[in-house]
């Protein structure tokens, strides 16, 4: 399949301090799975066929499929070292798991199968793609989903100015600092020198939703947020 200039995911060392260090951290990380398996229970009670687009260690798959034992996941992201990861972590449900080498920037049908969906999962990987790009892969998704097929993204969103975005970088930084235990002049020094940080490319999460809306999604909404951090999606009707 066709592989566009690398990004800093492909980097293993970038790869595994996030597995590592800072997945766990993220605040309000298991209530972004609460919302998200909340949603799915009420929308789409019973899926199953799931994407995870970018999908790091799996760690939204392995969630899903956990509640969902009729269910099975394809997993995409287009870093090795994470796609290793998932491999490892995703042993247990390894037969019904497909864990596939697919870059979002070409379009999901080169990776992602024709299949129709009933759910389509992201966590923290489509504010990585250019803003005309999050809004053509949201189109796919909406064509990939079966009727009634649920998109969920747990995703960074951009602060509505940059007052507000050094004050979500400082409570940020406050929250890794007290989980990890590390000093909070270390964990300020790191994160704003973090080499996927250049990767980033947000988008207010206001946008995107109207986004959804416009592409057909019903229900289409922000279910939760804490500054930087969202969870939005919508319905295919
Ligand atoms: C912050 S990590 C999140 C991983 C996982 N979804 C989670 O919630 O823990 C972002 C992931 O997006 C993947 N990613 C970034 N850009 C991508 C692209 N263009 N195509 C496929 N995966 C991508 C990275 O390799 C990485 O695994």
């Not at 260090?21 to 919302?35: D, L, N």
């Not at 992201?122 to 949201?138: T, V």
């Not at 996927?196 to 999460?205: G, R």
Request: proline letters at 5%; aromatic letters at 10%.
């Amino acid at each position: 399949m066709t592989e566009k200039k690398s990004s800093s995911w492909q980097d293993p060392v970038v790869a595994l301090k996030f597995l590592d260090e800072r997945r766990g951290a993220i605040p309000f990380g298991p209530e972004q799975v609460g919302v998200m398996l909340r949603l799915v229970r009420h929308f789409r009670p019973e899926p199953r066929h799931i994407l995870d687009l970018g999908c790091g260690d799996g760690f939204l798959a392995r969630a899903l499929l956990a509640e969902y034992p009729q269910a099975s996941a394809v997993l995409v992201d287009h870093s090795e070292p994470m796609l290793e990861r998932a491999r490892l972590a995703m042993a247990t449900d390894a037969d019904r798991c497909e864990i596939v080498h697919g870059d979002l920037r070409v379009p999901l049908a080169e990776f992602a199968g024709r299949a129709h969906a009933d759910l389509v999962v992201s966590g923290f990987a489509i504010h990585h793609l250019p803003h005309a790009r999050k809004y053509s892969l949201y189109a796919e998704i909406f064509d990939l989903l079966a009727a009634g097929g649920l998109f969920i993204n747990i995703e960074h969103v951009a602060s509505v100015s940059s007052e507000v975005e050094a004050l979500y970088d400082a409570v940020y930084i406050d929250h890794i600092s007290s989980w990890t235990g590390k000093d909070r002049a270390l964990v300020d020094a790191e994160y704003h020198g973090r080499a996927d940080k250049a990767d980033n490319i947000l988008e207010p999460v206001n946008v995107q939703v109207d986004w959804l809306r416009k592409i057909g999604f019903v229900h289409a909404d922000c279910y939760f947020k804490w500054f930087e951090l969202a969870v939005f999606g919508g319905v295919k009707p």
